[in-house]
């Protein structure tokens, strides 16, 4: 480790921590896109070629600062680049196996993705509430690390309303 690192358990608790909920959250995103397409292949009523489309963009897009935020805090803790962006990206690897998955079994899928999602969904907002709210505000920057929470939740609310 380089001089000026923070190691420890309590880091490498953290980064584990992180890079598995980031893996368990690709699983049922890829189940979802896996399923989005299954079912235009299966010719099901309301999917559409767009939706399965749109949806695998926007899984993707917010994949960068998925295997960014897997890699940063690996590479903080000392690890090589190379290797804090192997792992990065191996985080995300589970999602094209889960979106085959999906997609060969839309139809045993369809019924519990919902639930599926929701464990995704459940997974981050852990990650979230137990390590990175608190790690934003130790530096005493706790009105900024706020207001940016509140931002960013507002916008995905707006978003959420907007695109329905």
Same mark, same amino acid.
């Given at each position: ?15 584990? $921590? ?9 699983? =049922? ?32 897009? %917010?994949?960068? =600062?998925?295997?960014?935020? !897997? ?17 990065? %990206? ?9 979106? *085959?998955?999906?997609?060969?079994? *839309? $139809?045993?899928? /369809? ?16 990650? *979230?509430?137990?390590? *990175?709210? =608190?790690?934003? %505000? /130790?530096?005493?920057?706790?009105? #900024? ?11 995905? #609310?707006?978003?959420? !309303?907007? $695109?329905?």
């Amino acid at each position: 480790m380089t001089a000026g690192t923070r190691t420890g358990p309590l880091m490498n608790r953290r980064s584990t $921590l992180l890079v598995l909920a980031i893996t368990l959250h690709n699983i =049922p995103e890829g189940l979802a896109v896996g399923v989005a397409f299954g079912a235009v292949a299966a010719d099901l009523s309301g999917a559409s070629l767009s939706g399965a489309l749109a949806l695998a963009l926007g899984i993707g897009i %917010q994949n960068f =600062p998925e295997g960014t935020a !897997v890699a940063m805090p690996l590479r903080r803790e000392g690890m090589s680049r190379r290797r804090s962006f192997f792992y990065g %990206q191996l985080s995300g690897m589970f999602e094209p196996i889960a979106a *085959v998955i999906g997609a060969a079994a *839309v $139809l045993f899928i /369809e019924p519990l993705l919902p639930y599926a999602l929701s464990f995704a969904a459940g997974a981050m907002i852990f990650v *979230v509430a137990e390590e *990175v709210i =608190p790690s934003s %505000q /130790e530096h005493g920057h706790k009105s #900024m690390a706020s207001m940016s929470l509140m931002t960013g939740f507002a916008v995905m #609310m707006i978003l959420d !309303v907007a $695109l329905g």
